[in-house]
């Protein structure tokens, strides 16, 4: 009988560690784990909040921009509901950017800056809701041909529409052929490089096929090209990766012209090339494109132009993110005529 009791009395004990153990288990493992999860939960909640509240930051950003009928100053009105600070100026001429400075004077663009009537307290300058700011500028070739951004820490561009012109158009007939001029502002991005529609231009090439004639100043507009001729076209891209990676284009980049005089599906290819500054065509290896950077791409005929009539090209760029991502965009069509 007293076997018995002991056994029994074993096994309640067994029963009683078994219980110790599973708590234990819970308590080391189990509960800490509930608690890395709940912490996630609150960083990863947390996180987006910080988002969200970027992003909303960057709607209620409003500024009204202006330039100076004398292109010496450009004035700047915070309308918005946010403080603001202005970190870049972009100046951009004929679909080009010509200058991306920092705005902090004094440089070879911004010689001075006020807030409010004084000095700013702290560079790059902060206008909060109401205040305005005054950029004095250096004096610049041609003014009436340049427009531009004002770039926030919050990386909008400012007037959020459209470049504004640094010299004021003084009457409504020239506010139209501005306008006109401007048309590259409408491009349409479906990537990270944006085409800048009125840069599109095209060169003659020398008989032997070597060169470019009457490069680099020599081109023309590339809508209407001559018929029965052997040419190049060039055409501005700019990278707007919203990563921000380089992009690094490469040698299978090329153009396509098709024609309704080549009959359905076919097409004169255009290979993208190298130029001297000569105009001495060269072989193509790879270019990279930093972020905000604009380059002029050269794309030369195989063949001869169609006879007159009406078609259009289309550009594919292949390459790759500076991240080692593959990089294929289709840059949709421009329309030509051949005469």
Known sequence: MGGVGYLKGRKGQAAVIGGIIIISLVFSIVLPLILL????AEYTS?????????INEKLRESLSVKGSEDASTITVNNTGSTTVTLTRLWLIREGRI???????????????????????????????????????????????QIYFYLESDRGVLHPREKAEPLKPPKTEIETIVRREVVEYLAETQFGPMTLWFYSFTYYDVSKSGDRLLKY??????????????????????????????????TRGSYMKLYHEKLGIGNYILFSIKNVSSSGYILDFDRLEVR???????????ESKTPSSGSGYV?????????DGMPLVQNIPAIGIRTK
């Open 314 to 322: 289309t550009i594919v760029i292949e390459g790759q993110f500076s």
């Open 291 to 301: 972020y905000g950077q604009s380059v002029t791409l050269v794309f030369v005929g």
């Open 216 to 249: 680099p100043d020599g081109g023309l507009p590339g809508f209407e090209v001559p018929s029965g001729s052997l040419i190049a076209f060039t055409i501005n891209v700019t990278n707007y990766d919203p990563r921000g990676r380089t992009l690094i284009i």
């Open 37 to 40: 999860y709940q912490r996630a």
């Open 46 to 54: 947390s996180q987006a909040i910080v988002e969200l509240n970027f």
């Open 98 to 144: 010509e200058y991306i400075v920092d705005l902090i004077p004094p440089n070879s663009i911004v010689l001075g800056l006020s807030v409010d009537g004084r000095a700013p307290d702290r560079l790059p300058p902060m206008l909060k809701p109401g205040s305005v700011l005054k950029i004095d500028l250096a004096s610049l070739a041609n003014p009436d």
